[in-house]
């Protein structure tokens, strides 16, 4: 089973999450961290891999991404404001759908959830048998 994550708005309640995402589409850019590693610090580290997705997106046409850290066992918080808080921030900003967050650990989780409530977003998990995204 996986768990899919989703945000919203805290302050004033604005949902940024996409109830029913479902299938899977060719503007979804899926984004494995184990590629880069299984401990991740520093704000510029954070900065360095936001950067290094964002430009993966546009040559590849992208314009939503699904980040999977399955296997990723630390984070720092500055590491995830530098990358993933940026990333959520942005989309919320430009009205986008979220970055979508899969297979975090409960400690990932707790520094993703800690960011994202820093920025006046909040985290919202559903168990999906299959995730996917919809257009």
Request: proline share 4%; hydrophobic share 35%; net charge neutral.
């Amino acid at each position: 089973m996986r768990v899919e994550h989703r945000y919203r708005r805290s302050r004033p309640l604005h949902t940024i999450g996409f109830p029913g995402m479902t299938t899977r589409d060719d503007i979804t850019l899926e984004f494995p961290m184990a590629q880069l590693g299984q401990a991740f610090s520093t704000r510029d580290g954070g900065l360095r891999v936001l950067a290094d997705l964002q430009d993966k997106m546009f040559r590849e046409g992208k314009q939503h991404v699904i980040v999977d850290f399955t296997t990723v066992q630390s984070v720092s918080y500055s590491f995830i404001d530098g990358f993933f808080g940026k990333l959520a921030q942005r989309a919320y900003d430009r009205g986008q759908k979220p970055p979508i967050a899969v297979g975090m650990s409960p400690a990932v989780r707790d520094q993703v959830k800690a960011c994202l409530q820093e920025r006046g977003l909040e985290l919202h998990e559903d168990s999906v048998e299959e995730f996917a995204v919809s257009a």
